[in-house]
């Protein structure tokens, strides 16, 4: 027999406010943090992938290859938040590498391809 639960109120210790407060210091002479006048780096791309994990790099590597068979040149971008793609995923990974096959079918002759062992 199925019993129905009523959800159980969450603890009061899981309970967050969030708020916002001004700019705080030791120094009460300094000038708050500002946002808007931080110098940021911007670029025009076509398409930015955020995360270069197996997933992204694909659909970047993909749509380059469909792109340039219709005659285009796109601009794709792949960020990243590790010092090199894909490097916080696979590192000792095992992996099936028919996608790659099917992706880039003469990846095993790059010299600088990332697997190593068959």
């Known amino acids: 027999m199925l019993r129905y639960r009523k959800p159980l109120k969450p ?8 708020k916002t407060s001004v700019w705080h210091r030791n120094d ?10 931080v110098e940021r780096a911007e670029d025009e791309v076509d398409v930015c992938i955020v995360g270069g994990g197996p997933a992204g790099i694909s ?36 992996i099936e ?8 079918p003469d990846w095993t002759s790059m010299s600088d391809h990332p697997l190593t062992q068959p």
């Open 28 to 37: 009460s002479s300094a000038a708050p943090f500002n946002a808007a006048a």
């Open 59 to 94: 659909a970047a590597i993909r749509l380059k290859q469909i792109e340039r068979e219709k005659g285009n040149e796109i601009r794709v971008v792949v960020l990243e938040k590790g010092t090199e793609i894909g490097s916080h995923i696979v590192s000792g990974a095992v």
């Open 11 to 18: 603890a009061l210790s899981l309970v967050r406010s969030f």
């Open 97 to 104: 590498p028919r996608a790659l096959d099917e992706l880039l």
